[in-house]
């Protein structure tokens, strides 16, 4: 295991466990991950789902779950409390029929345990699109005071390498504020994790080699992530040759302080970020830890669909680890 998680997991080990919901319990892979989680003593899961199921699959798998926490939405006592704080932070826009139909959903239902501090944190996203996984927390939990929108980071590791790479995960089409705040709260979450934070603003072109529409969008990103915060190491539009490889860098870019090297990289679309962070994961060998969100009031994670079990382990470590 990287050294990423070596710290995190003693610091968890030395605070009061933080519950995490795991919405997809009759996942093998979050079953497992869960069961282990609790033996280690990290996290205290909250597993959704029909006790039944979810008992049947532990024996199947042969995973001790004893110590996990299992709620069926439609057996919940507290189903009626948790009806009315939804119709009320959706500020009376649902109907009390809709809201009990939305909240036997597993995403929504376990949402809402984090939103009223019966949980701290959730991890799902292994068996739901992104878009049915944090669609509840964008509804529910809704992004801190002073960020407008959230974003999903990767972490990507090799041995001794660590880069941040956003937004692979939400924002399809960002504008330039949007590029601007991604990064922003991108350095936040790489000091989180020991990356000195040097931002790239990405494009296909370098200082003005191209120019359009997108290649602007990206320059005025730049301007507005340093009005913003006077002290962030940032520049660009970069293509990703110029952020990364030093000698690149002093042909392309001479004259910017990321001397192809970078540790932040932000896309420049949803596009660009997904496919980007999967191909230095499938081609570069590169662990992908994420997709982590960053700016919302509590921690919500979202797994790809393709994670393993090892991937649902650390993402619920670095969701505890988020809770304030
Ligand atoms: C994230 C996503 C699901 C939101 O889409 P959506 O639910 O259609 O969004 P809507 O515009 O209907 O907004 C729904 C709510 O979320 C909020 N919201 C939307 N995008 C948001 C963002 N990036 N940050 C914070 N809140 C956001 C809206 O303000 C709205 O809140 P409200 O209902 O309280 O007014 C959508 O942008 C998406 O599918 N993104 C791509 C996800 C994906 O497939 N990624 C690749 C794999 S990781
Ligand atoms: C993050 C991501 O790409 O998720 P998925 O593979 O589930 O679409």
């Known amino acids: 295991m990287s050294d990423l998680f070596t710290g995190l997991k003693q610091s968890l080990r030395e605070k009061t466990r933080k519950k995490i919901v795991f919405p997809e319990a009759t996942d093998e892979r979050i079953l497992t991950a869960a069961s282990r989680l609790a033996k280690e003593e990290l996290v205290a899961p909250v ?187 940032i520049d660009g539009e970069f293509q990703f040759d110029t952020a990364f490889v030093p000698s690149v860098a002093a042909k392309k870019a001479p004259n910017s302080d990321i001397k192809g090297d970078a540790t932040v990289f932000v896309f420049p679309s949803l596009e660009a970020g997904n496919i980007g962070y999967k191909i230095t994961e499938r081609l570069g060998g590169f662990e992908a830890v994420g997709p982590i969100l960053q700016g919302l009031n509590k921690p919500v994670n979202d797994l790809s669909r393709g994670c393993s079990e090892e991937d649902v382990y650390k993402l619920a470590l670095i969701t505890a680890a988020q809770v304030e």
């Open 47 to 233: 597993l959704i789902g029909k006790v039944n199921e979810v008992n049947e699959l532990a024996k199947r798998l042969n995973v001790d779950i004893d110590s996990c926490d299992i709620t069926d939405p439609n057996t919940y006592e507290h189903f009626d409390e948790l009806v009315d704080a939804f119709i009320e932070r959706r500020n009376g826009r649902v109907s009390k029929e809709d809201a009990q139909h939305v909240l036997r959903d597993e995403n929504y239902f376990g949402t809402m345990l984090v939103h009223l501090n019966k949980a701290d944190g959730l991890v799902s996203g292994a068996a739901h699109s992104t878009s049915d996984t944090v669609r509840p927390a964008l509804q529910i939990i809704k992004t801190k005071e002073g960020v407008s929108k959230t974003s999903g980071v990767f972490i990507m590791v090799r041995d001794e390498e660590k880069y941040v790479f956003a937004d692979c995960a939400i924002n399809i089409a960002p504008t330039s504020d949007d590029l601007a705040e991604i990064a922003i709260e991108s350095a936040r979450t790489a000091t989180l994790f020991d990356v000195d934070p040097r931002i790239a603003m990405l494009s296909f072109s370098t200082k003005g080699s191209a120019k359009s529409a997108e290649t602007e969008r990206v320059i005025e990103a730049v301007k507005i992530a340093k009005e913003k915060d006077a002290s962030l190491l």
